[in-house]
């Protein structure tokens, strides 16, 4: 039988690993497509690749962060 748990968390490693690539692919093709429009080729295109990456990075940390602090089990108090 399969382990829920373990999968659970392949998938979201996948996600992460998707993640970085989507961001940095996208920074990619702006910087590309700012280069041909402006014509300083290749520097923006070669600042969106870091600015991408750069992103994605900051969001696996983001994730990291977010699996490493303890579950808030306590409701939280509101007036009734």
Same mark, same amino acid.
């Given at each position: 039988?399969? +382990?829920? &748990?373990?999968?659970? #968390? @392949? ?5 992460? =690993? ?7 692919? &996208?920074? &990619? ?8 429009? =402006? ?17 994605? =990075?900051?969001?696996?940390?983001? @994730?990291?962060? #977010?699996? +490493?602090?303890?579950? +808030?089990?306590? /409701? /939280?108090?509101? /007036?009734?």
């Amino acid at each position: 039988m399969l +382990d829920k &748990s373990g999968l659970n #968390r @392949a998938f979201q490693a996948a996600a992460l =690993v998707t993640g970085i690539t989507v961001l940095t692919g &996208s920074g &990619s093709l702006l910087g590309y497509l700012a280069d041909k429009y =402006v014509g300083t080729e290749p520097w923006l295109f070669l600042l969106g690749t870091f600015g991408g990456f750069a992103a994605g =990075v900051l969001r696996l940390f983001q @994730a990291i962060n #977010r699996l +490493d602090s303890p579950p +808030d089990d306590d /409701p /939280p108090d509101h /007036p009734s």
